[in-house]
């Protein structure tokens, strides 16, 4: 016991430098800006990376996790709206308004691309282009109708010539298809660590995993892949190995700053072992197809994330049992924020289907602020005992 | 072999002794402000109503929301396992345990004395204990008043706020109204059960249904769940000591 725990408490180096990456990487960015580099910010996974690259600009996420801009952004936006949308837009208005400057992105972004997702998102949208330069690529919400793919590919087209318009560069196929392998790549390196989570014994925890998923769009994509070959590299020869009941998180996106509920769950004993989340396995689970002509190729990969806010999401039930299954897991944990109705309504169906599979599904409703810690833990500890 | 097992709740803290697996005494005290001491004086009051000694005491578990200030418990389980082993101790053929504390509410299903579903509401004070006291006090009567009070109604009173804040100013304007104050009781109480009643169906209801934890102790509230869930509710004697027995049968 002593010996494991000791072994458990081996630094893995590698998890530092994507830590200590991100000062470097903001001063990169504001160089190359200044050098002429066009910078596009992003706030969801719908909007293909391989574009913004191929077209030499750069790409910064605008997610927010944390709960300092929303008191700002409240002043624009209801209190009764998903904390996410809010922390975004807020952090957008402190730079654009403010002294404090909280998130260092924010300030360089030349356009915003945008997803036509959920309705909050999509009103901010209207409201966030006052401040900064906004394109909402729209997106068909019932992906597995006979025309989507093609509405897709056209509304991808729009978005090229936009970001043509914006760098003065052309998108080449050559360029295109560089960006869609290294791409690829990063997908492979993260899917090949998930990979070691589904051992009986993971040499990682999910609250560690979640901090580099968190990086992923970040830093740049050269670095972080860089950093993942390391962290790869470590985790198979390491001797750490962890225990505890195995849980699956579920659910809304973890935008860095918001490791709230995965920290309970593993302070309580509980073994993360794998997301299914935009800060997880919709990150990177499928790969874009090398062989076909490229932008078909990036629109049939982005259209398969099985987010809530498409219909029917009978694929995201599949991709939940399926991962259960191959993960080995023993509970799930199921995340949402506060209003976020998609994944909130979407809860009933995947607790059936989960119920089917003999799998217990425990629901955390919660927002950014610290003030239902304590409740998440009562439910939290009564889940892992129920497990045990 | 003596264990004591101590729930910290919000509002009231208790203490149970387990002596060779036979309940031997408990005490029941309000939390107060701090956790820590209200912890502290149960056990001593649990220990002095038994004519126990310190030394003779073998192991000491803590529950409840105040669960992790209890610094002299040897290990601490949720509030939501104690209920299910204490039920599971004192009726046996319970598998659907509704509790109702002074700050929360929680339903939990059980199979062979372990816990297999759950649901809480603790956000707000809807469906809770809190919520008939407030109320309570807006009609001018005690809490023993308005169980008993409600008993004898005949048509309750449409009640048709959840919240706390706002189901008190319609009490007000039910009693302008000269509604008999009996029917706003059983109006109070069938508005207090709702929530509950939807987790229940929720989890799906489980034979024979428990009900616990101080809110318990209300007739009208008893009377009101049995109509509501169309079955006969089971009572442990003292209804508010089940998650302090539960933590003080961990082994
Ligand atoms: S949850 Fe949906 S809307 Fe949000 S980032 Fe993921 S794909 Fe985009
Ligand atoms: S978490 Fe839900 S409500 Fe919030 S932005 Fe994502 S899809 Fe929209």
Redesign the pocket.
């Known amino acids: 016991m002593n010996d494991q725990m000791a072994e458990n408490d081996i630094i893995l180096r590698s998890l530092d430098l994507f830590k200590e990456a991100f000062p470097g990487r903001i001063n990169q960015i504001l160089k190359s800006k200044e050098g002429g580099k066009k910078i596009v910010g992003t ?2 996974l719908y909007v293909p990376d391989e574009l913004i690259y191929a077209c030499g600009a750069d790409r910064v996420i605008l ?1 927010g996790g944390r709960s300092a801009p929303i008191e700002a952004a409240e002043e624009y936006l209801p209190r009764n ?5 809010k922390s ?1 837009f807020g952090s957008v208005i402190d730079q654009k308004c403010s002294k404090t400057k909280s998130c260092p992105h924010f300030g360089m972004v030349d356009l915003i691309v945008a997803e036509a ?5 999509k009103k901010m949208y209207e409201l966030l282009d006052k401040y900064i330069p906004t394109h909402v690529m729209d997106l068909p919400q019932k992906p597995e109708n006979q025309n989507a793919l093609e509405y897709y590919i056209k509304e991808l087209e729009s978005l090229k010539d936009v970001l043509e318009n914006l760098t003065g560069n052309k998108i080449t196929d050559t360029q295109l298809r560089n960006e869609i392998k290294s791409a690829n790549e990063t997908r492979k390196l993260l899917r090949a660590i998930y990979e070691l989570r589904k051992s009986d014994s993971p040499p990682i925890r999910g609250t560690e995993i979640l901090k580099v998923v968190q990086q992923m769009h970040f830093l740049s994509p050269d670095e972080f892949k860089k950093n993942l070959v390391l962290l790869l590299d470590e985790l198979n020869v390491t001797k750490r190995e962890f225990s505890g009941p195995r849980i699956m998180i579920s659910g ?2 973890m935008a860095a700053g918001n490791m709230k509920v995965p920290e309970i769950i593993e302070n309580q004993g509980g073994l993360i072992v794998v997301e299914e989340s ?1 800060t997880g396995t919709r990150a990177f689970w499928d790969l874009v197809d090398e062989n076909k002509e490229p932008m078909r190729a990036i629109a049939e990969r982005y259209l398969k994330i099985p ?3 498409m219909y029917p999401n009978e694929r995201r039930i599949n991709q939940i049992l399926q991962l259960a299954g191959d993960f080995n897991v023993d509970g799930v944990v199921y995340y ?2 506060q ?6 309504v979407e809860k009933y169906r995947v607790g059936e289907a989960l119920k089917k599979s003999g799998i217990p599904l425990l629901s955390i409703e919660s927002d950014y602020s610290g003030a239902d810690t304590e409740q998440i833990k009562t439910r939290v500890d009564a889940f892992l005992e129920m497990l045990e | 072999m003596i264990s004591i097992g101590i729930d910290v709740g919000a509002a009231t803290t208790k203490a149970v002794v387990l002596r060779d697996n036979e309940i031997a005494g408990y005490a029941i005290i309000p939390t107060g402000f701090d956790f820590r001491q209200a912890g502290e004086a149960a056990y001593r009051e649990v220990l002095s109503n038994c004519g126990i000694g310190e030394s003779e005491v073998g192991k000491i578990l803590a529950t409840g929301y105040g669960r992790s200030s209890i610094g002299f418990a040897e290990k601490t389980i949720s509030e939501i396992t104690a209920h299910a082993r204490g039920v599971g101790y004192l009726i046996p053929a319970a598998h659907t345990i509704i509790d109702i504390g002074g700050q929360d509410s929680k339903v939990i299903i059980t199979e062979n004395g372990k816990v297999v579903d759950f649901l809480m509401n603790d956000r707000c004070a809807a469906g809770t204990g809190k919520f008939l006291e407030y109320t309570a006090k807006a009609l001018e009567i005690s809490l023993n008043e308005l169980g008993t009070l409600a008993l004898v109604s005949k048509h309750p009173a449409k009640i048709s706020s959840m919240c706390t804040v706002f189901a008190e100013s319609e009490v007000i304007s039910l009693r302008a109204q000269k509604i008999k104050k009996e029917d706003i009781a059983a109006g109070l109480i069938e508005s207090i059960i709702l929530r509950t009643i939807t987790m229940v169906k929720k989890l799906g209801i489980k034979h024979e249904v428990a009900f616990v934890g101080g809110v318990a102790k209300n007739p009208g509230v008893v009377k009101a769940f049995e109509k509501a869930l169309d079955t006969k509710v089971q009572l442990p004697e003292e209804p508010q000591i089940t998650g302090a027995l539960g933590a003080a049968l961990v082994v």
Do not use: E, R, V
């Open positions: 706030l969801c997610c709206l998903c904390p996410l949308i975004s997702t959920c309705d909050g998102k809304c996106p935009c987010c809530a806010c949402t924020l209003f976020c109705h998609g994944y909130n």
